[in-house]
């Protein structure tokens, strides 16, 4: 009964989807500082039966003060924000089953006060989940080797703690749990590798045996399944599936494939649904895009932007980085006291990011964009309208239709995979609500500048623009006369390293008709912000 009533306290003070924003797992930091003295009470009130939870206390007081001691900064690293969760879900746990029996309710509720008094969020088993796919996230984008993460490494460098054998196997497990074989197969034998070595163990070995053989038959590597899980007979003679699940693999192999040395291991990536371009997109969110020649970048120029009545005294910087489609770089047009006083205002409605369901036109979560938004509007702050005001004139497009500023906050692995920002025809309820017609352009204000990854990338187009703080990226997602423009389809790379903070204003097609006309023909476009030539043509 008492074990309920700790389950009871530990599912009241825990919350989902942290993972998906840099901002809460930042203010999670909290959560083990408040841990460490009420275990350190408990074990003063349960001496005579508490010595390997003071042993969980010390190594919580350990990388509580290595945290502490790196600052925010420490979250932003995907092998450590994946640990903290890990330490506050799993091992937490484990902690539980401990303290069982005994008045251990008293203490987790002391938890339950502190985490209300300085409004601390626990993870729940989705953080733990959601950490160790970004993980996965992170190492197929950018080709990173298992080996090298569980030992804290990302390109060479020593970026966070070793893994043990039973971190990497919940990597595993969150794998398994989404039928990702592919990198259950790699995490799981990391795990046995590792698990090897260690003294005293983390895990049981039958425990990853049962997963590792599953996968290995997934991918089509029958014999070795069968061979690991006779192994787990041999170890767990008691294990409820092991025997059946032998009969199972040798029904589906015939004599002469029991015969000989076992065959090379078979481990193909599985393919994403839905997103045709992954290779391309990958590849570009690793920077290596196709460079321009030389003809087109001598096309490519920067200039001061001065044709609006206040940017006669204060011209904005417009470097041209593309044309036909026409994209753009403003340069420094948002100040550090500005980002800080929007990040403030957004973060305390930071809420997981949403998509517009084609069909329903209804607004819903995504595994696809990873991230948590706000939206701000005018009233709020007379620096939001200052912004707002500062992209008419960056822009020359009318902003009365254009929607609120939002602000993005990416998480862990936090990224956005291809889209368009503009509705498609056969998607008639985009927009429908906000009766401004279609998205005519975007404006995509950085805020931060993450160590690693985290570009904008527009996959048709084979360019990748890696975020620069204080710069915003315009590009028109409608052409001249009005259609969507396919080459604008695009994505946000997943965070590596560090922080990525944006506010996107999404400008309307209605109120456009004398700022943004439409060509004498189809194929006119435009060869700098607002310019209203009506015969401009692809050479």
């Not at 984008?141 to 030992?151: C, E, G, M, P, Q």
């Not at 070793?162 to 595993?172: I, R, S, T, W, Y």
């Not at 069909?359 to 707002?388: D, P």
């Not at 992209?391 to 239709?401: A, F, R, S, W, Y």
Request: charged letters at 30%; proline letters at 4%.
């Amino acid at each position: 009964m008492r074990t309920l009533h700790l389950l009871s306290y530990l599912l009241a003070i825990a919350w989902a989807d942290l993972f998906t924003a840099t901002a809460d797992l930042q203010h999670m930091l909290g959560a083990e500082k408040n841990i460490v003295p009420v275990i350190n009470d408990y074990i003063e009130a349960e001496q005579e039966r508490l010595e390997q939870l003071k042993k969980f206390a010390e190594e919580y007081n350990t990388r509580n003060a290595e945290a502490q001691e790196v600052g925010t900064e420490f979250v932003t690293n995907p092998i450590n924000a994946f640990l903290l969760i890990k330490r506050l879900t799993s091992e937490w746990r484990q902690v539980e089953e401990m303290m069982r029996n005994n008045h251990a309710h008293r203490f987790i509720k002391n938890i339950t006060v502190r985490r209300e008094e300085n409004e601390v969020k626990f993870p729940g088993e989705e953080d733990l989940s959601g950490a160790a796919i970004a993980l996965l996230r992170l190492q197929d984008v950018y080709k990173l080797d298992t080996h090298d993460l569980a030992n804290g490494m990302i390109r060479g460098e020593k970026v966070g703690h070793k893994l043990n054998a039973h971190d990497v196997f919940e990597v595993g497990r969150a794998a398994y749990n989404a039928k990702d074989y592919y990198h259950c197969l790699m995490w799981m034998q990391e795990a046995l590798n590792r698990l090897e070595n260690e003294n005293p163990q983390t895990i049981e070995e039958s425990e990853i045996l049962e997963y590792l053989a599953y996968s290995l038959y997934q991918q089509g590597n029958v014999r070795r399944a069968l061979t690991l899980t006779k192994k787990l007979a041999r170890i767990a003679p008691g294990h409820p599936r092991a025997r059946g699940n032998i009969k199972w693999y040798e029904d589906r192999l015939d004599g002469k494939e029991l015969q000989g040395d076992l065959p090379p291991v078979v481990n193909k990536r599985v393919e994403w649904d839905g997103i045709p371009e992954r290779d391309a997109y990958e590849s570009l969110c690793r920077g290596e895009e196709k460079k321009p020649t030389p003809e087109e970048q001598r096309k490519l120029y920067c200039y001061y932007k001065n044709d609006r009545p206040f940017l006669k005294i204060a011209p904005i910087k417009v470097e041209i980085i593309r044309h036909n489609p026409l994209a753009v770089l403003f340069k420094q047009v948002v100040s550090d006291r500005e980002i800080a006083v929007i990040q403030d205002l957004a973060r305390p409605k930071l809420k997981r990011a949403t998509v517009q369901n084609a069909v329903t036109g209804e607004l819903e979560h995504a595994s696809y964009r990873i991230s948590k938004s706000a939206w701000l509007k005018e009233m709020e702050s007379e620096v939001v309208a200052r912004v707002n005001r500062r992209i008419g004139d960056m822009t020359n497009l009318n902003q009365e239709t254009s929607e609120d500023l939002q602000i993005a906050n990416y998480g862990l692995g936090g990224h956005y995979d291809p889209h368009y920002d503009f509705a498609r025809k056969e998607e008639t309820n985009a927009f429908k609500t906000l009766g401004t017609g279609n998205r005519i352009a975007t404006v995509l204000f950085y805020m931060s500048q993450p160590d690693l990854g985290g570009a904008t990338v527009f996959n048709k187009l084979g360019i990748a623009f890696f975020p620069s703080v204080h710069d915003a990226l315009f590009w028109y997602n409608l052409k001249r006369n009005g259609d969507g423009d396919m080459r604008t389809r695009h994505a946000a790379c997943p965070v590596l390293l560090g922080v990525k903070w944006v506010s996107n204003k999404w400008i309307h097609e209605r109120g456009q008709e004398f700022t943004r006309p439409c060509g004498l023909d189809e194929d006119v476009y435009e060869r700098f912000v607002g310019d209203l030539s009506p015969m401009h043509r692809p050479i």
